[in-house]
């Protein structure tokens, strides 16, 4: 994906100041002495830069600063120019637009500007010129020795990462021919590498010989060395320090000899811009051979192309269908089901869908506008002609139109979702009044008072609540506040954080006023209970009315027996119970008569469970 000039500009200043970081730690790290001298010489560079990028500006593609003569490859070494004080500097010079005199009057005529420049800084400055159309035919003639130089040159100046572009690829390069001479062909540089232009990334492209491979498939060789070659990348981009993305291609030399009889177009640009940083007579030939004309495709690549286009656009035409058909209907069906779950509706159908948010939110809540209907009418109808076969092609114009309906559409159904929350988050209060209510009823049941009135229920809580039973008298605040709540929000003045303060009191109301019930009753049980024990078995008997629940093993307490208590305490009509009948009779349970345990009671234990019984206190 391409970047944005934003981005662009973020990664390049991120490279900046990556590289002005590792320069001052490997500035930090020499001896003081040498680390005045590399400064000194740093401010020539720098002025002798500036002076001529005012004199040429845009031609100017890169400055480096050379190792001694005597470091430099042998074929590229001047034994005359070995002067151990002299500063080599080589500027590239950008000449592709250069009509107005010859390409070597070019060179000498910069060179000779130059070298006035760097004689007013430094006697020592050397400054040589190379125009990128040298270097061109010095790569086209096989003469890679300049690269060589470039690549052990110090960028002082490098706009469009040409020389480091060099330099990653010649150090990849030497490692590749290292392990796969036998194998490489041609290592070309593609891209804007060498049309002076800015670039995102390093393209290098490399074509493996497969013509004598029998000991596996040609596919696999390739996969072999790409994985190998590719990791190679990565180490020489580790090792140069350029942070440039480095994308090596591999072909096999069958599958390329195929590309450029069928007319490949990526095949053909790669020939005719592409430039060999090493060849074994392979790429050169075919690109001198493209040049004059005598690669041409053949019948049946022309054919291929021109149904290549028909498909290609019949294609398209699905595509725009497809985005009508099923994007377009489906991004706006499945946020309108959600609205309408959300308002808690169970999953409707895509044909209850419309019936529905028309019926609920345009006439019934009166939330939405009718409008909006009828756009969610307009793309289901598209989508169900185009599914039907009624419709089999759209246009861009009418996709267009469709696209800013179901925008549109889209950002209402967000705030629609918003209305719904804030309706179900206020009417929530009622269920919260409620509530409360309820189960403050069903607190004054259990003290014996029923059929309560809603205007005696604050002072019958206030009395027989929170005088007799302790609660504390928080919760009475809380139950008014609750009902306060309940008119503000039937008056339409509650706030939604009011609301959620409200709704949040009165769930803690609910929750203490059953945890006291539910104590109260356990209390009351208590005392309505008679433990046994026979041998090494517990068991109960509890007594909450006329009538006895008896679980033999308090261990299974699904295996209960109930029996009616005569007169004379006895247990008679015993059968099996259901713990069901048992929370019955508990429910109903509000103040346990005082009861008394008969001699009857025991016998008619000892003969359900046994003569060796006890009673445990």
């Known amino acids: 994906m391409a970047k944005t000039p934003k981005q662009e500009k973020k990664q390049a200043n991120t490279e900046q100041k990556a590289a002005k970081e590792q320069e001052q730690a490997l500035l930090a790290s020499l001896p003081p002495e040498m680390q005045e001298k590399m400064k000194a010489l740093k401010d020539k560079m720098d002025l002798f830069t500036k002076k001529i990028l005012e004199k040429f500006d845009k031609y100017i593609t890169g400055v480096a600063l050379l190792p001694p003569e005597k470091m430099l490859p042998a074929e590229v070494r001047d034994e005359k120019k070995d002067d151990p004080n002299k500063i080599n500097v ?43 159309s040298e270097l061109k035919e010095s790569c086209f003639d096989a003469k890679y020795e300049v690269l060589k130089m470039i690549a052990m040159a110090a960028p002082v100046y490098d706009p469009t990462d040409m020389i480091a572009a060099i330099k990653i690829s010649e150090v990849h390069k030497s490692m590749v021919l290292k392990k796969f001479e036998k194998y490489i062909v041609s290592y070309v540089a593609a891209g804007s590498l060498f049309r002076g232009e800015k670039s995102n990334d390093i393209d290098i492209y490399i074509v493996i010989d497969d013509t004598d491979v029998k000991k596996m498939p040609r596919a696999e060789l390739k996969d072999k060395l790409r994985a190998i070659i590719v990791g190679m990348g990565f180490d020489a981009a580790r090792i140069t320090g350029v942070r440039k993305q480095f994308h090596v291609q591999t072909y096999i030399l069958t599958d390329f000899w195929d590309s450029v009889k069928d007319a490949n177009p990526v095949i053909y640009t790669f020939l005719r811009d592409g430039v060999p940083l090493y060849d074994r007579g392979v790429f050169m030939p075919w690109k001198l051979l493209l040049q004059m004309g005598r690669i041409r495709p053949s019948p049946e690549a022309i054919d291929m192309s021109m149904d290549i286009g028909e498909k290609l656009v019949q294609r398209a035409k699905h595509k725009l269908l497809s985005i009508l058909g099923e994007d377009l209907y489906y991004s706006i069906l499945n946020p309108t089901q959600a609205a309408l779950m ?84 206020k009417e929530g209060i ?170 009857r009671l025991f016998e008619d234990l000892r003969t359900l469970v046994g003569k060796d019984i006890e009673i445990m206190l």
Not at 109 to 124: C, M, R, S, V, W
Not at 463 to 483: G, I, N, Q, T, Y
């Open 342 to 425: 959300l308002y808690g509706l169970p999953p409707p159908t895509p044909k209850e869908t419309i019936q529905l948010l028309d019926d609920i939110f345009v006439k019934k809540e009166k939330m939405l506008e009718k409008k909006y209907i009828d756009i969610l009418e307009k793309i289901r109808t598209a989508y169900k002609n185009i599914e039907h076969g009624k419709v089999t092609s759209v246009t861009g114009k009418e996709i267009d139109d469709l696209l800013n309906d179901a925008e549109d559409y889209l950002k209402r159904i967000k705030k629609l979702f918003k209305q719904i929350e804030e309706k179900a988050e």
């Open 430 to 599: 009622l269920d919260v009044y409620d509530s409360c209510i309820a189960v403050t009823r069903d607190l004054l049941a259990e003290k014996g008072v029923k059929a309560v009135e809603d205007k005696d229920i604050y002072s019958l809580f206030k009395s027989k609540l929170v005088a007799e039973d302790k609660v504390p008298e928080k919760f009475l605040r809380v139950l008014k506040d609750v009902e306060k709540a309940k008119d503000d929000f039937l008056a339409g003045k509650i706030s939604r954080q009011e609301a959620q303060k409200v709704k949040k009191d009165g769930r803690l109301f609910i929750k203490t006023m059953v945890e006291h019930m539910q104590r109260k009753k356990s209390i009351e049980i208590e005392r309505v209970k008679i433990r046994f024990k026979y041998g090494d078995i517990v068991g109960e008997m509890i007594i909450p009315d006329d009538k006895a629940f008896i679980i033999k093993d308090s261990e299974k307490r699904d295996d209960m027996l109930i029996a009616d208590v005569n007169k004379d305490g006895g247990l008679e009509n015993i059968k099996p119970a259901a713990p069901e009948e048992l929370e019955k009779h508990i429910s109903k349970l509000v103040s346990p008569k005082r009861m008394f345990i008969r001699e």
């Open 90 to 132: 080589l500027v590239l010079v950008d000449d592709s637009d250069s009509k107005k005199m010859p390409k070597q009057e070019l060179a000498n005529k910069l060179n000779q500007i130059t070298n006035t420049i760097a004689k007013e800084i430094d006697e020592n400055i050397s400054p040589e010129i190379l125009l990128a």
